[in-house]
């Protein structure tokens, strides 16, 4: 049975920086493409940022391009998402996602497993 964990969440200010971990169990990072959504009260899960195996490229929303990097850790079953310059607009419920490997995962329904989700709270 696939699992996704997700930590790293937490409580900063606007400009600060948080690393977001999702460990893998059950899959091999090499047979999953894994993104990372996110989701606040009374709006649907949207997406953020995504790594398209095998060609490891890798694709952001429009809000977080040039601030959020997201990476992979084979060897760890790890994928990670460093924020910086935070903004309150960040605030969210962040998930981890795993999805078929060669796919573009950006939209929920491709999805096949999700995390439980961390929550980041950005202050202004």
């Known amino acids: 049975q696939v699992q996704l964990v997700e930590s790293g969440g937490g409580l900063v200010q606007a400009g600060d920086s948080l690393r977001l971990s999702c460990v893998v169990s059950?899959?091999?990072?090499?047979?999953?493409?894994m993104a990372w959504f996110r989701q606040t009260p009374g709006h649907e899960r949207e997406f953020v940022a995504t790594i398209r195996v095998p060609s490891d490229t890798a694709y952001y929303a429009d809000s977080v391009r040039g601030r959020f990097t997201m990476s992979r850790d084979n060897a760890k079953n790890t994928i990670y998402l460093q924020m910086s310059s935070l903004k309150p607009d960040d605030t969210a419920l962040y998930f981890c996602a795993a999805g078929a490997v060669q796919l573009t995962l950006m939209v929920p329904a491709q999805v096949q497993v999700w995390g439980q989700g961390t929550q980041v709270t950005v202050s202004s």
């Open positions: 059950g899959r091999s990072l090499s047979t999953a493409s």
